[in-house]
C-alpha cells in the first residue's frame, strides 16, 4: 500500500520519534496534534454528498484522530482550496457543517486558495491535560480488544452510493461520527500504558497495525465484531466490516479488568505476532485494506 511505504520514506529520513500514531503527542507542551488531507474525486466527491455534509465530515474525520489518542479537542485550523466554480453559498454551508460537527473545538485559523479541484487540510490540537495518552505500540500480552461500536456501515453506505441509493448506511459514510466520549472515558480512568486507534482505514488496518508497532498476537472472535445486520444482504459483508474504511469507531487494547461502558470486546492479545480471526492468521491483506490513493469515481 503507498501510504504506508510512503510514510516509512518519511520517518527513515526525518528520524522522528513522534510519527506512527493517529496524533504526534509532544510530551514538552502538553499537547497532540493531527492534520488529514481530504481531496475531491479521490476522498470524496459532490455526486454524493453537499457543502454542509463535507464539512461536517472534514470536522469528524480529524477529531477522530485526537480522540483515537486519548487527547481532548480544543483548536482547528482550516486550510481550503477551491476550483472558480465554487460560490460563496458553498463556503458558508461548509462552514456550518464544520460548526456543528466541532462544538466546543476552537476555529482560530487557516487558509484559503484556488485549485483545480476542492482540497481540504484541517489540523486540530489537544490538550493531555489529566489524561494517558494511548499509542499503537502498547498493546500487552493479556489485554483484552475493545471496539467503540459496529464495522461495516460506511463502506456499503459508499457503495449504495454508488448505486444511486439513500438509506442508514449512507448516512453512516456521509455523517460520521467521532467516538470522542469513549476515548474520553478510557483516557481519564485507564492508570496503565494501552493501545488506541481509530479505524478510518478499516477494522483489519487497525488491528495489523497495532499488532505490528506492539509486536504482538490479536487474536479476534468475528463473532463479537458488533456489525448493523443489514449488511448480511451484501455479498461480501464480512470483508465490509472487516475491511471497509471510515466507520470512525475506535479499537482499543486494555487490560482485562478495565472496564469501558458501551464497549464491545472482540478479542484478546496472546504471544506471537499477527492478527488471528477465529483462530486463523490473516495472510495477504494488503489487496483488501482501504487505499486512500484510490479515486472515487
Avoid: W
Avoid at 472534514?58 to 479537542?73: F, K, L, R, T, Y
Avoid at 471496539?147 to 459508499?158: M, N
Avoid at 465484531?225 to 459483508?237: S, T, V, W
Wanted: glycine share 8%; hydrophobic share 35%.
Amino acid at each position: 500500500m503507498k501510504e504506508k511505504e510512503f510514510i516509512n520514506i518519511i520517518k527513515n529520513i526525518t528520524k522522528s520519534d513522534v510519527i506512527g500514531d493517529d496524533c504526534a503527542h509532544l510530551k514538552d507542551f502538553g499537547i497532540v496534534i493531527s492534520q488529514d488531507n481530504l481531496v475531491e474525486d479521490v476522498h470524496f466527491s459532490m455526486k454524493f454528498t453537499d457543502a454542509y455534509k463535507l464539512g461536517y465530515k472534514s470536522a469528524m474525520v480529524n477529531i477522530s484522530d485526537i480522540a483515537a489518542s486519548g487527547a481532548e479537542p480544543c483548536y482547528m485550523t482550516i486550510g481550503l482550496s477551491l476550483p472558480d466554480n465554487i460560490d460563496s453559498e458553498f463556503v458558508e454551508n461548509f462552514y456550518k457543517g464544520i460548526k456543528d460537527a466541532v462544538k466546543g473545538i476552537e476555529i482560530i485559523g487557516g487558509d484559503i486558495t484556488g485549485s483545480d479541484k476542492i482540497f481540504i487540510s484541517i489540523a486540530i490540537i489537544g490538550k493531555t491535560k489529566d489524561r494517558k495518552i494511548s499509542s499503537r505500540k502498547n498493546a500487552k500480552k493479556g489485554y483484552k480488544i475493545i471496539v467503540s461500536g459496529t464495522h461495516g456501515s460506511s463502506a456499503a453506505g459508499l457503495k449504495e452510493l454508488f448505486e444511486g441509493k439513500t438509506n442508514e448506511f449512507t448516512e453512516k459514510h456521509l455523517i460520521p461520527k467521532a467516538k470522542v466520549e469513549f476515548s474520553k472515558y478510557i483516557a481519564k480512568n485507564i492508570k496503565t500504558d494501552y493501545a488506541m486507534m481509530d479505524t478510518s482505514d478499516g477494522l483489519m488496518d487497525a488491528l495489523l497495525q497495532i499488532a505490528e508497532q506492539s509486536n504482538v498476537l490479536l487474536d479476534v472472535d468475528f463473532n463479537k465484531i458488533p456489525y448493523d445486520n443489514g449488511l448480511e444482504k451484501f455479498d461480501n459483508y464480512k470483508d465490509l466490516i472487516l475491511y471497509g474504511g471510515e466507520d470512525y469507531e475506535l479499537v482499543a487494547c486494555v487490560p482485562q479488568d478495565f472496564y469501558v461502558p458501551n464497549s464491545f470486546e472482540i478479542g484478546k492479545i496472546t504471544k506471537g505476532k499477527g492478527v488471528k480471526i477465529d483462530g486463523e492468521f490473516v495472510k495477504n491483506a494488503e489487496k483488501k485494506l482501504f487505499n486512500h490513493f484510490k479515486e472515487q469515481k
